[in-house]
């Protein structure tokens, strides 16, 4: 059997991703220009130039993330695709294209705050880390497999398609395509 399950990047999803990344710009801005204004309300932080570092580094964590969804927003790959092959991930920033079945050991949920996503535990962690297209990429990785073992991952927030949906969908194409070759 060779199906060909392929996943749409959300335009949606992103668009409204990289809207909460300009507002966090902004509001990192606003922090940075007037820490005075929140030294009462902010951790108990008393110290502006604190306040005012931590709106820098805001502006550019989100500035970063704002990028890279004007990007995905003109990605036309297709977000995941799921055959014989195994999971071709396109669908956020540590992204490594082809993902065999074979190299696969498990799929594991995870949920940090509101997020969930899916930790594909592999044999070989190198193997996928050496695919990296840059060291941004790279230390997405690093950090990653340093978090939570693997360097894998993989959630729905930019995908036209149910969190929960998707789990079912890859952990049955998994038992259906590990060791079929």
């Given at each position: 059997?060779?199906?060909?399950?392929?996943?749409?990047?959300?335009?949606?999803?992103?668009?409204?991703?990289?809207?909460?990344?300009?507002?966090?710009?902004?509001?990192?801005?606003?922090?940075?220009?007037?820490?005075?204004?929140?030294?009462?309300?902010?951790?108990?932080?008393t110290?502006?130039?604190?306040?005012?570092?931590?709106?820098?580094?805001?502006?550019?964590?989100?500035?970063?993330?704002?990028?890279?969804?004007?990007?995905?927003?003109?990605?036309?790959?297709?977000?995941?695709?799921?055959?014989?092959?195994?999971?071709?991930?396109?669908?956020?920033?540590?992204?490594?294209?082809?993902?065999?079945?074979?190299?696969?050991?498990?799929?594991?949920?995870?949920?940090?705050?509101?997020?969930?996503?899916?930790?594909?535990?592999?044999?070989?962690?190198?193997?996928?880390?050496?695919?990296?297209?840059?060291?941004?990429q790279?230390?997405?990785?690093?950090?990653?497999?340093?978090?939570?073992?693997?360097?894998?991952?993989?959630?729905?927030?930019?995908?036209?398609?149910?969190?929960?949906?998707?789990?079912?969908?890859i952990?049955?194409?998994?038992?259906?395509?590990?060791?079929?070759?």
């Amino acid at each position: 059997m060779n199906s060909r399950i392929e996943i749409p990047l959300s335009k949606n999803k992103i668009a409204l991703l990289l809207l909460g990344s300009i507002a966090f710009v902004v509001g990192g801005i606003w922090i940075s220009t007037n820490p005075e204004r929140f030294i009462p309300n902010i951790f108990r932080i008393t110290d502006p130039e604190i306040i005012r570092i931590g709106g820098i580094v805001g502006i550019l964590f989100f500035s970063a993330t704002g990028i890279y969804g004007i990007k995905k927003l003109f990605d036309k790959k297709i977000g995941l695709i799921i055959d014989s092959d195994g999971i071709t991930d396109n669908s956020n920033a540590s992204s490594i294209g082809l993902i065999e079945w074979n190299d696969i050991s498990e799929i594991r949920t995870k949920q940090v705050m509101s997020t969930k996503f899916l930790l594909i535990d592999i044999v070989n962690p190198e193997k996928y880390i050496g695919k990296a297209k840059n060291g941004l990429q790279t230390k997405l990785m690093k950090a990653n497999m340093n978090m939570y073992e693997t360097p894998l991952s993989i959630t729905s927030n930019t995908l036209k398609y149910d969190f929960g949906e998707l789990e079912k969908l890859i952990q049955t194409e998994f038992k259906r395509n590990k060791n079929a070759r």
